[in-house]
């Protein structure tokens, strides 16, 4: 299993990748910042409930669920 360094590695090139502007890019920079700041992937999660608006947040949590089961 990736750590939440490497999930949030993998989330930033997406992030990178995404056009400026889109809930793409915004979802992926939040799950990687998200990553990159939270100690375990449970307590990430955690902290993804509270992204807005809810669109991002809807992305963003979907994002997150398959980076972390893969």
Known sequence: MRDNL???ASAQELA???PTGSI???AASSVAI???TTRDISA???TLDGVT???VRE???ALFD???AG
Do not use: M, Y
């Open 44 to 46: 990430a999660r955690k």
């Open 24 to 26: 793409d890019r915004a």
């Open 16 to 18: 990178d990748a995404a």
């Open 34 to 36: 998200t990553l990159a």
């Open 6 to 8: 490497d999930l949030a």
């Open 66 to 68: 398959r980076l972390s």
């Open 59 to 61: 992305a963003a949590v």
């Open 53 to 55: 608006p809810q669109e």
